[in-house]
């Protein structure tokens, strides 16, 4: 800290730094005007510190998360068999913390909002994954209503069809959004034209790839799993994955027996 102080902050970031960053770096080092130091030892003490008196932030994070008020997004998150990189990035998503334009305008990165898909509205996060009127169409040809998906912050409050397993609806949910993100990116940074298509087609692949995942102990969750599946071909329309829907519903229910 000393060593901090010395030499300045200034010296420890990036040489271009948005007009924002800017003023808070401004605003903290008035702030350290105000810190002095002596040479008497710190005898300061946590209870989140180990034997070497170092923080322990996993001790941090589970108070946090298990108190009497714990994250209401915790096991959305964490508690599913989704991959880990994807487990952040929902936990980014629930903090609102993706870097959508509507966040790149706030931090002088950006000047134009509107959302490059559909052309019309500014690009939130909860734009992105429920307002845009081509991720809208997505969630009908998959089967959900667009009204019924809450916003980013409460993802967890989703309204899921009912031939979607409750064991399988919060990683099915990270997986569309997962999916939806990467489908925007690459039409913003490659170029790719929209494509619900694509989107689906790159969902039953990553739904592929997730079903190792699943523990082999819960059969009735892995059969759910291949049965969406198995009817979101990139052609089905909702009326016709309702329509599977009504036929296999006495096997699927015998099956969660």
């Known amino acids: 800290m000393r060593e901090v102080m010395d030499t300045g ?67 959305f998150v964490w508690k599913n068999f989704a991959p880990p990189r994807v487990k952040f990035f929902g936990w980014l998503l629930t903090k609102e913390r993706i870097h959508c334009r509507t966040s790149l305008v706030h931090k002088h990165i950006l000047q134009d909002a509107r959302c490059e898909i559909c052309k019309m509205y500014d690009e939130s996060a909860d734009h992105i994954f429920s307002g845009c009127s081509f991720v809208r169409s997505f969630w009908e040809r998959m089967g959900w209503r667009p009204e019924g998906i809450a916003k980013v912050a409460e993802l967890w409050k989703t309204q899921v069809p009912p031939h979607v397993h409750e064991k399988v609806a919060h990683p099915l949910i990270l997986l569309y959004c997962w999916e939806i993100w ?35 102990k819960d059969l009735v969750i892995a059969s759910n799993w291949r049965f969406l599946f198995s009817m979101s071909s990139p052609r089905s329309s909702p009326q016709k994955i309702w329509e599977t829907l009504r036929t296999t519903e006495d096997h699927v229910n015998v099956t969660y027996l």
Request: hydrophobic share 35%; charged share 30%; net charge positive.
């Open 9 to 75: 902050l200034r010296n420890l970031v990036q040489r271009r730094l948005t007009a924002q960053a800017t003023a808070e770096l401004e605003r903290l080092e008035e702030l350290l005007h105000s810190v002095g130091f002596n040479d008497a030892r710190d005898k300061r003490t946590s209870f989140f510190e180990d034997d070497s008196h170092k923080l322990i932030s996993g001790m941090i994070y589970r108070a946090l998360t298990h108190g009497e008020r714990p994250c209401p997004s915790f096991k």
């Open 182 to 216: 990467r489908h925007r990116n690459d039409v913003v940074f490659r170029g790719l034209e929209p494509s619900t298509d694509r989107l689906i087609a790159t969902c039953k692949e990553a739904a592929a790839s997730w079903s190792c995942r699943i523990p082999r």
